[in-house]
Structures are given as C-alpha cells and as structure tokens.
C-alpha cells in the first residue's frame, strides 16, 4: 500500500512542472510590465476607482495592504484591497491587476453566479481542504486491519472532490474578472490600445496559474484512485 503511496507520485510530475511554468510565467510578466509605466500616467488605485466609479461602485473602499500580488476584493465587507505597489505604481502591471479585482467586485454587484456558488461553498471547502488529506492517510493505514479505513479513505476522497470542484468553478471567475477588466481599461482608456496586449499578458499569466492548481488537484485524484484501485 505505501509503496503504491509514494510510486503514484510519478501521476504528479506532469501537473507539478505546469504549476511551476505557470509561476513562472506570472513572475516575468509581472516583472517585465511593472517596469513600464503606463502612458495615462495613473497608478492602480486610482484606475480601480475610476472603474469603481463607472459601475456605480462608488461605496467600495480601496485600501492599500501589505504583501505581494496579495490583492483581493473581499465580498463579506465589500472593500478592494490593493499591495502596495499595485496601489501606488504607474504601470501596466499595476492598473491591470487593480482592475481584474474591480472586475470581482463588479460581479458581486452583477451577483454572477459562479461567484455566488464559488463563495458560498467557501466555508465547506476550507473544512474538506483541511480533511481529506488526513482522511485518506488514515483510511489507507487501517484499511489493511478493517473496514473502517476503507470507509474513511472514500469519505477522503469525496472531500477531495469538493476541492476540485472549488478550483474548476474558480476559472470561470477569474476568466470573467480578467475580460471586464480589459473591457473596462479599454471603455475608460485607462490604458494606450498599445498597452492592452501587456495587460493581457499579465491578466493571463495571472490566471494560468488558477488552471495549474485545478491541474495539480485533478493529478492528485487520478493518483488517489490508483491506490484505491490498487487496494
């Protein structure tokens, strides 16, 4: 059983060197544009509250947080939260991933509905995340004594697939936020029409890295059906 444990890593490998090519590519395409500085000469604050502002957004609070790339819209008090740089820079980097989290908080206003169904499982998926992995750790430890481990072990797996279910409604969201953050950027000329394939760049790499995760959970499935089949 643990050998088949440790041997089915090779089910990972491929989805591992994704995940890391995805980071990558999110790294130099950061990088790279938030060297340029964007020719409206705003900073991603102030293009966040000018789109913000376009869609009748005008309660949403913008503040600056510590971190890197740690932007978010948060839903629960309905502020856009911007790292510092993001909030302050004059770039392409910054004024696209300020708007891509307006994009969010415009599909909450919208009530999109994989956004509601992403946040409203979030509470289940935090308690499967932290579950499953312990579950069929257990379940394959006493599955070789009694029945008990073979229950836990698919309740494990069932868990596990709630998380994948998370990552696979979480792409639609991010792709959408992504489209009417150059929508937006565009309407407003937020940014030159030759800045827009920068932002696109960003905007992709950005979410490539979301497919990469569903990439890894699916791998990680795959893998833990091996050894179910193998028991």
């Given at each position: 059983?643990f050998l088949n444990y440790y041997s089915s890593m090779i089910i990972l490998i491929p989805a591992i060197i994704f995940a890391m090519f995805a980071q990558g590519a999110v790294k130099?395409?950061?990088?790279?544009?938030?060297?340029?500085?964007?020719?409206?000469?705003?900073?991603?604050?102030?293009?966040?509250?000018?789109?913000?502002?376009?869609?009748?957004?005008?309660?949403?609070?913008?503040?600056?947080?510590?971190?890197?790339?740690?932007?978010?819209?948060?839903?629960?008090?309905?502020?856009?939260?911007?790292?510092?740089?993001?909030?302050?820079?004059?770039?392409?980097?910054?004024?696209?991933?300020?708007?891509?989290?307006?994009?969010?908080?415009?599909?909450?206003?919208?009530?999109?509905?994989?956004?509601?169904?992403?946040?409203?499982?979030?509470?289940?998926?935090?308690?499967?995340?932290?579950?499953?992995?312990?579950?069929?750790?257990?379940?394959?430890?006493?599955?070789?004594?009694?029945?008990?481990?073979?229950?836990?072990?698919?309740?494990?797996?069932?868990?596990?697939?709630?998380?994948?279910?998370?990552?696979?409604?979480?792409?639609?969201?991010?792709?959408?936020?992504?489209?009417?953050?150059?929508?937006?950027?565009?309407?407003?000329?937020?940014?030159?029409?030759?800045?827009?394939?920068?932002?696109?760049?960003?905007?992709?790499?950005?979410?490539?890295?979301?497919?990469?995760?569903?990439?890894?959970?699916?791998?990680?499935?795959?893998?833990?059906?091996?050894?179910?089949?193998?028991?």
């Amino acid at each position: 059983m643990f050998l088949n444990y440790y041997s089915s890593m090779i089910i990972l490998i491929p989805a591992i060197i994704f995940a890391m090519f995805a980071q990558g590519a999110v790294k130099r395409n950061y990088e790279k544009y938030s060297k340029v500085r964007n020719k409206r000469n705003i900073s991603g604050a102030e293009a966040a509250r000018r789109v913000l502002n376009q869609n009748g957004l005008t309660e949403i609070q913008i503040n600056k947080i510590a971190g890197n790339l740690t932007d978010n819209y948060n839903p629960r008090n309905r502020t856009l939260n911007l790292s510092t740089k993001v909030y302050d820079d004059k770039t392409i980097s910054s004024v696209s991933i300020a708007c891509h989290e307006v994009g969010h908080a415009i599909q909450h206003a919208n009530n999109y509905i994989p956004l509601m169904i992403r946040n409203g499982i979030v509470p289940v998926v935090n308690l499967a995340s932290k579950a499953s992995w312990p579950l069929i750790f257990v379940g394959i430890i006493l599955s070789t004594r009694n029945e008990i481990g073979g229950l836990l072990f698919n309740i494990g797996v069932i868990t596990f697939i709630v998380v994948i279910l998370f990552h696979l409604i979480t792409l639609p969201v991010e792709l959408n936020a992504s489209n009417r953050a150059i929508n937006q950027m565009k309407e407003l000329y937020l940014i030159d029409e030759e800045e827009i394939g920068g932002s696109k760049k960003v905007l992709r790499a950005a979410a490539m890295t979301y497919v990469a995760a569903l990439a890894v959970a699916a791998a990680n499935l795959i893998r833990i059906l091996a050894i179910r089949g193998n028991r």
